[in-house]
């Protein structure tokens, strides 16, 4: 049996060899369109359609100096950003003690995959997830790939092994994301002499800098800091380690944060055959998750980030959000969002055909704050008695109605849908069967005679039978009339969102 030294011994001699492209890129476009059709593909799966809820977690390297958010590990190597000053007031100058070094201090000394997986079910989620690997260019499970990894290195624990088989004993859903196309560093500050700052170009997550450790030619540090041919990285490392996560852990969902345009077409044909051929084999329906138009819709769904959509979408959406007003990973001065806020986003996004992906951030050793606890759990308590109203619906023809609007456009927008209140005059609505869920974002007054407007439309064609309010046993006087429904509204408990079923024949 090959000892881990020699597989890594070997996968770092392939990763200095060069690459011959199987196919160009334009053979590959031709084939996008049937793709999904071969592997039997619904790019929408049934079980998504009806789960609306998910939370994932940004967990790794990054969380250990709990300071800024998870983009440390690129600010550091630049002397103008303040994570280069803390890093060198805290760990000492990174010119010797780089991210390389952080990566030991990485522990998990307290991580429970059960704990974790225990809450996001009481928080009422249908899948859960983390990022499989950040930028940072450090795995969060056993790789073969790379040494870089927590199962060699930090933790020395296959995380996403033991998180993952968690989730499916819960019954729950998995999902794995990954951010690592930006890992390959494309710009020396060399190649371009009269911009000498080249080397803090984007497309790059580590900068290319002669006195870092960013350009060591160490074979090692040249995998974690991307300091590799694109011969060297496209196939071996961004590809092998999707397929080596596949084959592992067997992932429902796999959603890329953007920068996929970096990568070239073939390796993303590669990587969706791959992943759909893999799925049909095992009988399941899987998810792709993209940003912008990374990816075709037909083999992928959108995802947006810390924003919603305007209307009803026809096709099934996603979008993710942070339990924190600003970083995804821990920091020690982070401020939390409301749980009343994030139910109110949960309603808004299911009544416009939308999914729910809910960031949590947990502490360098695996505990997650008590603070964002029960924040989940608030969440949990509200659908314990509303689920109804989110698990399995479908949009009404309209989404809903009240005097809040909301910004336009996606992550350009998110300090603005940060900002966003909506009121007790908000109505979102969703349906299932012969039943209308008018869901208010806030309390109404009780004994306020309130109009669901978007009724006076359906007049003819609705017969309604009875009006309640879910977790109420009071009895609701209503009155179909010209302006719409008109409902009384009763004595409700709580500050969260309220539910009135209205059941039709």
Not at 347 to 361: A, E, H, Q, R, T
Not at 389 to 414: C, K, L, M
Not at 431 to 451: C, D, F, N, R, S
Request: proline letters at 5%.
């Amino acid at each position: 049996m090959e000892t881990k030294s020699t597989v890594y011994s070997l996968i770092l001699l392939l990763c200095t060899l060069s690459f011959q492209a199987s196919a160009q890129s334009e053979s590959y476009k031709k084939n996008w369109k049937s793709l999904s059709k071969e592997n039997a593909y619904n790019r929408e799966p049934d079980w998504l359609k009806d789960a609306k809820f998910g939370i994932y977690l940004h967990w790794g390297v990054y969380s250990v100096p709990a300071y800024s958010y998870e983009w440390y590990s690129r600010h550091m190597f630049m002397e103008s950003r303040k994570e280069y000053q803390y890093h060198k007031e805290h760990y000492g100058d990174p010119r010797e003690f780089g991210y390389d070094k952080l990566v030991p201090l990485f522990r998990a000394e307290r991580f429970n995959a059960k704990e974790w997986v225990d809450l996001f079910q009481r928080a009422g989620a249908k899948f859960g997830g983390q990022v499989a690997e950040h930028h940072d260019g450090v795995a969060m499970w056993d790789s073969k790939i790379t040494p870089w990894n927590v199962a060699l290195m930090g933790p020395k624990r296959d995380v996403l092994g033991e998180y993952s088989r968690e989730l499916k004993k819960h019954g729950m859903k998995v999902m794995t994301t990954f951010h690592h196309a930006r890992l390959l560093q494309r710009y020396k500050n060399t190649e371009r002499p009269d911009r000498p700052e080249f080397w803090d170009l984007y497309d790059s997550h580590f900068p290319y800098s002669e006195e870092m450790p960013t350009s060591s030619n160490n074979p090692m540090l040249r995998l974690l800091y991307g300091n590799v041919t694109p011969e060297e990285f496209y196939e071996p490392i961004w590809l092998g380690e999707l397929k080596e996560v596949i084959d592992n852990y067997s992932p429902d969902i796999i959603y890329f944060d953007s920068w996929l345009n970096l990568i070239p077409e073939e390796y993303l044909y590669k990587f969706t055959q791959y992943f759909l051929e893999d799925a049909k084999k095992k009988n399941k329906e899987v998810a792709i998750f993209r940003k912008q138009e990374d990816l075709p819709l037909n083999v992928s769904m959108e995802i947006l980030e810390k924003s919603r959509k305007q209307e009803i979408e026809s096709r099934l959406w996603t979008t993710e959000e942070t339990i924190s007003t600003d970083s995804w990973c821990f920091t020690e001065d982070m401020e939390l969002r409301k749980s009343e806020d994030l139910i109110n986003v949960l309603i808004d996004v299911v009544s416009k055909n939308g999914v729910l992906m809910l960031n949590v951030s947990p502490r360098s050793d695996g505990i997650i704050p008590q603070e964002q606890q029960s924040i989940l759990l608030n969440i949990g308590d509200w659908l314990k008695i509303n689920g109804e109203a989110i698990y399995g619906t479908r949009p009404w023809y309209v989404f809903g109605e009240g005097p809040t609007s909301q910004p336009v456009g996606d992550f350009e927008n998110h300090k603005e849908f940060m900002k966003l209140k909506y009121t007790a005059d908000d109505v979102r609505y969703t349906t299932k069967g012969k039943t209308v869920y008018a869901i208010t974002l806030g309390v109404p007054e009780a004994g306020k005679t309130m109009t669901f407007k978007s009724f006076k439309k359906k007049i003819k064609a609705l017969k309604i039978e009875n009006v309640s309010v879910i977790g109420s046993n009071q009895l609701v006087p209503w009155e179909l009339t010209k302006e719409g429904l008109q409902v009384k509204v009763p004595i409700v408990q709580g500050n969260n969102a309220i539910v009135f079923k209205i059941e039709c024949n």
